[in-house]
């Protein structure tokens, strides 16, 4: 094994300044994106595109929406992978970039169900349908991207600053739709504030085009030695690293399951389920996703002196032993122990694992299949993921209002994933995984 210490960086430090900015940028887009639909389906969409009597039907419909995008996903991961490995990163990823703004943005202009009828839902799923074709190729560009320009024995720091995107747009979706409606009535809201969140993406997509489009490309990949299969980059994946594609897929599954379980669905169940209102679980999220954006790059860096399979399997383990208590902390009622509650789990929990997620992935594919890797399994899994909130409330009613199958289906899930990680062959780089 060689002295990763001695390893440099490929690129000067300027330049992996401005890829991590670039990465940083449009993983920021995404992440914003994706948690502003996710916040709309969990408090204000139903009424808005699926009209009904029964308040929960309408929530589990929203729900379903949000997960729809989630089929689009693999779709996406294996079309952008394959022009990812075989024309580059840069260009791919501005064009994810662009396919995922303009949808978003579209979607802030689409009219309602008393508008239109049915037109609105079909227009609305056609919209999240496109947004998650462009997000299925967005996360494994954003993540190589600075991850190989990295030193080996920075990758992990390296690879989690992108990563501290997700706390941040969370964070900055919770945060416009906590604004909104603090200067709002709920009419308003229903009537044209939940407009604006979607609107405001146009800005940041923008300005997200403009750094990565002045970014450069990694130098992995032009250093991999062209082998006869890299003509189908999506046929040597599974010719040569089939188990890895199995292993990595399965211990994607906690982060993605976990996370749209304390973010989408706990809005939702603190603000419905347990009466207590919007503003709660929104400030409390916020909060959660400011630790998240210390606790993200500590995670790397430790990951870099520890290896990123133990911090990983930490961040599993954490939520084999805490889900149950989590929810017992929701159902006290109490407004603090409910906000510590949502800042432990997110943060001890799925963001420990996606810290480190795309460095350890990053690990288990040789470059030229490298970006197609990444996206298969993250994009297969997330489809569990975008289902979990409809799952969550499927389940909620199965145990008359009581969360406990929802707790012991994320344990079940975590359980899984640690032993997937615990699988994978620590001598397949040579950074510490």
């Known amino acids: ?205 923008i300005a997200g085009m403009y750094i990565r489009a002045n970014s450069v490309e990694t130098l992995d990949l032009c250093k991999d030695a062209p082998h006869p299969d890299d003509a189908k980059p999506l046929v040597a994946l599974f010719k040569h690293h089939r188990r890895n594609i199995f292993l990595a897929f399965g211990a994607r599954l906690a982060e993605t399951v976990s996370s749209n379980t304390v973010n989408a669905f706990a809005i939702s169940y603190v603000a419905v389920q347990l009466a207590m209102g919007k503003d709660l679980p929104l400030k409390a999220i916020m909060i959660a996703s400011a630790v998240g954006m210390i606790i993200c790059p500590l995670a790397g860096w430790l990951s870099d002196h520890y290896g990123q399979r133990r911090i990983y399997k930490w961040g599993a383990g954490f939520l084999v032993i805490a889900m149950f208590p989590y929810f017992y902390l929701l159902n006290t009622g109490d407004a603090m122990l409910i906000t510590l509650a949502m800042i432990l789990a997110y943060n001890l929990g799925p963001t420990m694992m996606f810290a480190v997620q795309p460095t350890m992935f990053t690990n288990m594919f040789r470059a030229r299949v490298r970006y197609s890797g990444l996206s298969v399994a993250y994009q297969f899994s997330a489809i569990l993921g975008g289902m979990t909130p409809f799952i969550c409330t499927w389940l909620l009613n199965q145990n008359n209002g009581q969360p406990w199958l929802i707790a012991a289906f994320v344990v079940s899930i975590s359980a899984i994933s640690f032993m997937c990680v615990h699988l994978i062959n620590r001598h397949i780089s040579e950074s510490k995984i």
């Open 1 to 205: 094994m060689h002295d990763n210490n001695k390893r440099h960086s490929p690129v000067s430090r300027s330049k992996l300044r401005r890829i991590v900015a670039g990465s940083f940028a449009g993983a920021l887009l995404e992440w914003y994106d994706f948690f502003i639909f996710g916040t709309a389906a969990s408090i204000i969409f139903g009424p808005i595109f699926f009209p009904t009597s029964d308040p929960i039907f309408g929530t589990m419909a929203s729900f379903a929406t949000f997960g729809v995008g989630f089929l689009a996903r693999p779709l996406g991961g294996v079309v952008f992978g394959h022009f990812g490995d075989k024309v580059g990163r840069k260009v791919t990823l501005i064009w994810t970039l662009s396919i995922v703004g303009l949808s978003t943005f579209l979607i802030g202009l689409i009219p309602t169900y008393e508008a239109i009828g049915i037109l609105a839902p079909i227009i609305l799923v056609v919209l999240r349908l496109v947004q998650g074709f462009g997000l299925g190729g967005e996360y494994g560009g954003a993540a190589l991207i600075s991850i190989e320009a990295a030193p080996e024995h920075r990758r992990g720091f390296i690879g989690s600053l992108p990563q501290v995107a997700a706390s941040a747009g969370i964070m900055l979706a919770t945060a416009v739709f906590w604004l909104l409606y603090q200067f709002l009535t709920d009419e308003q809201m229903i009537a044209w504030g939940w407009r604006i969140p979607f609107l405001l993406s146009a800005v940041m997509a």
